[in-house]
Structure formats: C-alpha cells, structure tokens
C-alpha cells in the first residue's frame, strides 16, 4: 500500500499562534506544509506572501508546498524558493509560458507542480506532465476555505492517475478542496498521493486523529 501524503493548509490556522498550529500539526504526524498564496486578482481573495513564508520557515523542517493562486507567478516565485518553499505550484490558467516556468523552477533546485480549476479539463497540461513532479485537482474553485467537495473531480483524478501511470511520468498527484476522512479516501482510491485538508484538521479536538483518518494510519 503506497504511503499516502498529508498536507495540512495554514489557510485555516490561526494566524495569530501560527508558530503553534504548525507545531500542533508536526506532532499529529502531516507530511507537508500546504500554504495558499493568493493575490486578490487571479482568486477573490488575498492571503499571505513571502515574508511570512520566510518567517514560518525558520518554526519547522517540514516540507513547504506554496500554491500560487497569483496572475503572474513567473514574476513572484523566486521570492518564495528563496523564503524557503520546497514545491512550486502555479496554475494552468495563467497566461506564461508554463513548460519554460516549470523548468526554471526545477532549475533552482525545487520541485514543480501545476494545478487545474476544476473546469480544465486533465489534456489541457498533458503534454507538460513530463516537466511537472505534481499536478494539484482542485476539487473546489479556488480562493476560499471551507467550501464543499466536487465528487465529479474524481473521474478527473482517475483520468490523471492512467496517464501517468501508463507514460511511467515520475508525478504525484495532489488533490485540494472540502478533503475529510470520506473525501480523503475517495481521493486516494481514484489515485491521489497527496490531500491537502485545512478545516478538517485544524478546527478538529484531535489533530493528530484527523491526520490518521486521512492518511490511513491508525492513532
């Protein structure tokens, strides 16, 4: 049975014992980091940027995977690889050239992923999966946390799920957007590697158990 990795997004920690809530998560056994960066352009919303990025880097070792909800990406990722980010998440609806921009991320020694609303369709970043180490399904539009999961993004993953596995790409799967136990496993069985889950686990009485209950684990 494939591990299954678990990405707690600080969008729904408290940002005012942020330092706490990522200590809280590191002991309930999550894999990554998952850190939502939005720019009030690309999504309705503004969240956080590389300062605070730089500032949370020096609380932990885990792994810091930035999803960059942002209109131009090519023009702002650099300051999250040099704040500390170890995965680079663009979307594939922005206009820049993306094979060119995966590339120069991986480049710089980090990894690259890119991600779909869930109005594109898988063909539209097939022919970018061999410069890509994750592709992220967003199982809720973007931009606000909280919001109920699409189940018809599953046949999506599964889509995903065949193609790499039969081109033999080296690409994980990441999946984003109302995740829970139920959802979670749904995720997985249609062939995720990676959930990102924020209300679920951070407004949980046990962590710890949340985490569990995604990856698979027992307590």
Same mark, same amino acid.
Request: proline letters at 5%.
């Given at each position: ?7 707690? %997004?600080?969008? *729904? @920690? $408290?940002?005012?014992? !942020? +330092? /706490?809530? #990522? =200590? ?67 979307? %594939?609806?922005? *206009? @820049? $050239?993306?094979?060119? !921009? +995966? /590339?120069? #991320? =991986? ?77 979670? +496993? ?34």
């Amino acid at each position: 049975m494939k591990k299954i990795l678990i990405a707690p %997004s600080i969008l *729904s @920690a $408290d940002f005012s014992n !942020l +330092a /706490k809530d #990522i =200590k809280i998560i590191e002991d309930a056994g999550a894999d990554w980091i998952h850190i939502d960066v939005m720019d009030g352009h690309f999504v309705p919303n503004i969240t956080i940027g590389p300062a605070v990025v730089k500032s949370v880097r020096k609380t932990t070792k885990l792994f810091f995977d930035a999803h960059l909800m942002i209109k131009e990406p090519e023009k702002y990722w650099e300051e999250f690889q040099k704040a500390g980010a170890d995965l680079i998440t663009f979307h %594939s609806e922005i *206009s @820049a $050239d993306k094979a060119q !921009l +995966a /590339k120069n #991320i =991986k480049e710089s020694g980090i990894k690259a992923g890119i991600s779909i609303k869930p109005k594109t369709p898988v063909s539209e970043i097939e022919a970018l999966l061999p410069f890509l180490d994750l592709v992220l399904i967003m199982t809720v539009e973007p931009g606000f946390g909280g919001q109920a999961f699409m189940s018809d993004m599953l046949p999506k993953i599964s889509e995903l799920r065949k193609i790499i596995d039969d081109k033999k790409y080296d690409c994980m799967i990441e999946v984003d957007g109302g995740i829970n136990a139920e959802t979670g +496993a749904q995720c997985v069985q249609a062939g995720a590697d990676v959930l990102v889950s924020g209300n679920y686990i951070f407004s949980s009485a046990n962590p710890k158990n949340a985490v569990c209950s995604l990856s698979g684990k027992k307590e």
